[in-house]
């Protein structure tokens, strides 16, 4: 059985043009923003941020990140 999270938990607002996080799609698949440009981890070459790209990535959540 897998669980499915909240759809509360993921925004529909653009995503933020400034700083450095981590984000997860409701598919579950994480992408790197620095600075209005998106790395999807796990592969793929640096993107700038566009409305065609948000409407890819569609709902999305900020990751937490552990500082090392």
């Known amino acids: ?5 909240a759809v509360s938990e993921y925004r529909t607002d653009p995503i933020p043009r400034r700083g450095t996080f ?6 579950h698949c994480l992408w790197l ?4 440009m998106v790395f999807r981890v796990g ?3 640096g993107q700038r941020l566009s409305g065609i ?5 569609g709902p999305w959540r900020h990751r937490p990140v552990d500082r090392v």
């Open 33 to 36: 923003i620095v600075d209005a």
């Open 53 to 57: 790209l948000m409407d890819h990535i």
């Open 22 to 27: 981590l984000i997860e799609d409701a598919r």
């Open 1 to 5: 059985m897998t669980s499915t999270p």
């Open 43 to 45: 592969g793929g070459e």
